[in-house]
């Protein structure tokens, strides 16, 4: 199985589970008088939403290169990242407006039952989290990585939910809105993975630079090619969930074009057929003049 197969199959994973959960959340908050157990019903609903959005991203990313695309699909895969943020960020405004609502206008105290739904949901979202997030980190995903957090971050307002409603029945009368309070503290957590989704997926449309351990192993690759003098420059960017690699080469300025031809190609190879995630690379190869720039 590829990595975006594993991917797709993370993600179609999360549309089950988070229907399934959606429909038990509002249907249990309506009945059992909870809107933080409702307002996580919505925000499961977003889940399902963005869990979409990573299932067609990474099947666009996961297309080969054409005409119009010469260097692939796999910036797919970070605007849907972008787009999921988006969706965290929406979620967290909408549960917020409604939970001070809920806050300023009196409303029952929510029944008992709804403290079992929660326990079942957090179980159940904690180990999804879990399963996707390593697939995610696994395959370098960011869209999938946020889908995951997207997970966490329901485990969270199902977590805060649980808290609430028990306050307001312990509690009992006057505390009837410690569960849309509750409800009101996960909006602050959803709004944080958001942010942090958001700026990892605009880096990555950005073509920002990867990790210094990658780029480090890369190059340490490159000079272990016999015949690399040097290398002079080296540019790694991440499309989708691999990587592209533009690097420069210094070899002896006397040699044949034929022999630098296959110096080039050997060092291709070795970048990649090396457990690095690269999908290409392009070998510029450079006469080696010592006391010129570069990279040690």
């Known amino acids: 199985m590829t990595s975006i197969e594993s991917g797709i ?6 549309i089950i589970v988070n229907t399934a959960l959606a429909i038990i959340k509002i249907i249990i908050g309506i009945i059992g008088h909870s809107y933080a157990l409702i307002a996580d019903g919505i925000e499961s609903t977003t889940d399902v939403i963005s869990s979409v959005i990573v299932w067609s991203g990474l099947r666009i990313a996961a297309e080969p290169p054409d005409e119009k695309h010469p260097y692939g699909h796999g910036k797919a895969e970070s605007i849907a990242g972008l787009l999921v943020s988006m969706i965290l960020f929406g979620a967290a405004f909408f549960i917020a407006a409604y939970s001070i609502k809920e806050i300023l206008i009196p409303h029952k105290t929510p029944e008992w039952f709804t403290l079992i739904v929660l326990v079942f949901v957090i179980i159940t979202k904690e180990i999804l989290f879990r399963f996707v997030i390593s697939i995610g980190d696994s395959i370098d995903s960011t869209a999938l990585q946020g889908d995951a957090w997207h997970h966490r ?26 569960d849309s309070w509750a409800a009101l503290f996960a909006c602050s957590i959803i709004s944080f993975n958001g942010i942090r989704l958001f700026k990892t997926a605009l880096n990555e449309v950005m073509d920002a630079t990867v990790p210094q351990t990658i780029k480090d192993n890369t190059i340490s690759l490159a000079k272990s090619i ?46 990649m057929n090396e457990n690095l995630n690269i999908s290409d690379v392009v070998v510029h190869v450079e006469p080696y003049l010592p006391g010129e720039s570069e990279i040690k």
């Open 9 to 14: 199959k993370a993600s179609i994973l999360g």
């Open 226 to 271: 016999e015949g690399v003098l040097a290398v002079e420059k080296c540019r790694i960017r991440k499309s989708g969930v691999s990587l592209l690699v533009d690097i420069h080469v210094q070899v002896e300025g006397d040699m044949s074009v034929m022999d630098g031809h296959t110096i080039a190609h050997l060092v291709k190879d070795e970048l």
């Open 153 to 178: 971050a329901d485990a969270l307002t199902s977590a805060a939910a649980l808290i609430g409603i028990s306050i307001a029945l312990i509690g009992g009368e006057g505390y009837e809105s410690a």
